[in-house]
């Protein structure tokens, strides 16, 4: 037995000498020390030697597993360190290299703008709508009647709005007024919301129009809402999107929605009112729609215009973008052209 142990001890110990690796350093583990080493079947035979022999036997078991095992315990940490050292200097990282350019993108100035709007009027106490109630695939009933457009009004007319050739009475929309209807049939007053969004008009393009366009509709309903009120929150408005010292106008206006209705005008940027092209020389810019939500509009989605009263509005994206950055052609925010897109 004694040579047995002698001889497996040998064995091992060579191979502990050349162990080159945590992998090989593991298999040599398992060979001597594991469940199933042969020094350890030697130890579970142990009860069947004659009792003088069991201590002496076990006890050499016993030190010549420890020896290997503070062997191979070494043998450990030398290699554990070894393919530490190796793998951080893999990894390692060089300050000193060029970092490759990696082109980083912005938001887009139309959405800046109604990020910016947005803000505005969460801060007057306007919630954002909700997208299902204005989309842009629309049935006439909500882009027209529903806001007391007359059967033969020209916006109606396919010069003006596209129309869906396979569908009957669908159009793209032509302005976000289609949400303010949408949300008055699904909520009862207080309705205080924006709705920003995409509007299509069959137009030829030009530095001043697009086929495609982006509005923000507002509406506000309640018991006792006043033409002054609609009046302080706009004036609100401009102040803050544009800063203190825009000089601004009312003037009246007409739309089929609203009554009375007005639209504002802001001092021209480009030539400060004093009139230029941009401006066809009168020295302002129209930004929005507004007025007082007929009550026409208000029989039609069941809200009682004895009790309840309103004010809406309704402005250009772009348009309120190329005043604030003094920008002459509207087609620059549709063209992708990195160089304009860059600056914002
Ligand atoms: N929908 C109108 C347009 O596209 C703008 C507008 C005017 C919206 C008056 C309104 C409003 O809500 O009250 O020209």
């Given at each position: 037995?004694?040579?047995?142990?002698?001889?497996?001890?040998?064995?091992?110990?060579?191979?502990?000498?050349?162990i080159?690796?945590?992998?090989?350093?593991d298999?040599?583990?398992?060979?001597?020390?594991?469940r199933?080493s042969?020094?350890n079947n030697?130890k579970?035979?142990?009860?069947?030697?004659?009792?003088?022999?069991?201590?002496?036997i076990?006890?050499?078991l016993?030190?010549?597993?420890a020896?290997?095992?503070?062997?191979?315990?070494?043998?450990?940490?030398?290699?554990?360190e070894?393919e530490?050292?190796?793998?951080l200097?893999?990894?390692?990282?060089?300050i000193?290299?060029?970092?490759?350019?990696?082109?980083?993108?912005?938001?887009?100035?139309?959405?800046?703008?109604?990020?910016?709007?947005?803000?505005?009027?969460?801060?007057?106490?306007?919630?954002?709508?909700?997208s299902?109630?204005s989309?842009?695939v629309?049935?006439?009933?909500?882009?027209?009647?529903?806001?007391n457009?007359?059967?033969?009004?020209?916006?109606?007319?396919?010069?003006d709005?596209f129309?869906?050739k396979?569908?009957?009475?669908?159009?793209?929309?032509?302005?976000?007024?289609?949400a303010?209807?949408?949300?008055?049939?699904?909520?009862?007053p207080?309705?205080?919301?924006i709705?920003?969004?995409?509007v299509y008009?069959n137009?030829?393009?030009?530095?001043?129009?697009?086929?495609?366009?982006?509005q923000?509709?507002?509406?506000?309903?309640?018991?006792?809402?006043?033409?002054?009120?609609?009046?302080?929150?706009?004036n609100?408005?401009?102040?803050?999107y544009f800063?203190?010292?825009?000089?601004?106008?009312?003037?009246?206006?007409?739309?089929?929605?609203?009554?009375?209705?007005?639209?504002?005008?802001?001092?021209?940027?480009?030539?400060?009112?004093?009139?230029?092209p941009?401006?066809?020389?009168?020295?302002w810019?129209?930004?929005?729609?507004?007025g007082m939500?007929d009550?026409n509009v208000l029989?039609?989605?069941d809200i009682?215009?004895?009790?309840?009263s309103?004010?809406?509005f309704g402005m250009?994206?772009?348009?309120?973008t190329?005043?604030?950055?003094?920008?002459?052609?509207?087609r620059?925010?549709?063209n992708?052209?990195e160089?304009?897109?860059?600056?914002?």
């Amino acid at each position: 037995m004694e040579n047995t142990i002698e001889k497996i001890k040998q064995e091992a110990l060579k191979e502990i000498e050349n162990i080159n690796s945590l992998k090989t350093l593991d298999e040599v583990k398992n060979k001597y020390l594991s469940r199933n080493s042969e020094l350890n079947n030697l130890k579970k035979s142990l009860k069947d030697l004659p009792n003088d022999k069991k201590p002496v036997i076990g006890s050499l078991l016993n030190k010549v597993s420890a020896e290997l095992n503070s062997l191979i315990e070494q043998k450990f940490s030398v290699f554990y360190e070894k393919e530490l050292n190796e793998k951080l200097l893999k990894e390692k990282i060089d300050i000193t290299k060029d970092a490759s350019y990696i082109p980083l993108g912005n938001v887009h100035p139309l959405t800046k703008t109604v990020n910016e709007i947005v803000e505005i009027f969460n801060l007057l106490g306007f919630s954002l709508i909700e997208s299902e109630l204005s989309p842009e695939v629309e049935v006439e009933k909500f882009n027209f009647d529903l806001l007391n457009f007359p059967i033969e009004h020209p916006a109606k007319d396919m010069q003006d709005t596209f129309y869906c050739k396979s569908a009957k009475n669908v159009v793209l929309r032509s302005q976000t007024s289609n949400a303010q209807v949408r949300q008055m049939i699904s909520s009862k007053p207080p309705i205080k919301i924006i709705s920003p969004g995409r509007v299509y008009r069959n137009e030829s393009v030009s530095a001043r129009k697009n086929n495609l366009f982006h509005q923000i509709e507002g509406l506000y309903v309640d018991k006792n809402v006043t033409m002054a009120q609609l009046k302080g929150v706009l004036n609100e408005f401009i102040r803050l999107y544009f800063g203190s010292s825009r000089p601004t106008r009312y003037r009246s206006s007409f739309f089929p929605f609203t009554e009375p209705s007005v639209e504002i005008d802001v001092q021209c940027i480009m030539c400060k009112g004093k009139g230029c092209p941009v401006c066809s020389n009168t020295g302002w810019l129209e930004i929005l729609g507004a007025g007082m939500v007929d009550p026409n509009v208000l029989e039609a989605v069941d809200i009682d215009p004895n009790v309840y009263s309103g004010f809406a509005f309704g402005m250009g994206v772009e348009r309120l973008t190329m005043l604030k950055y003094a920008i002459d052609d509207i087609r620059l925010f549709f063209n992708n052209d990195e160089r304009f897109l860059k600056q914002f």
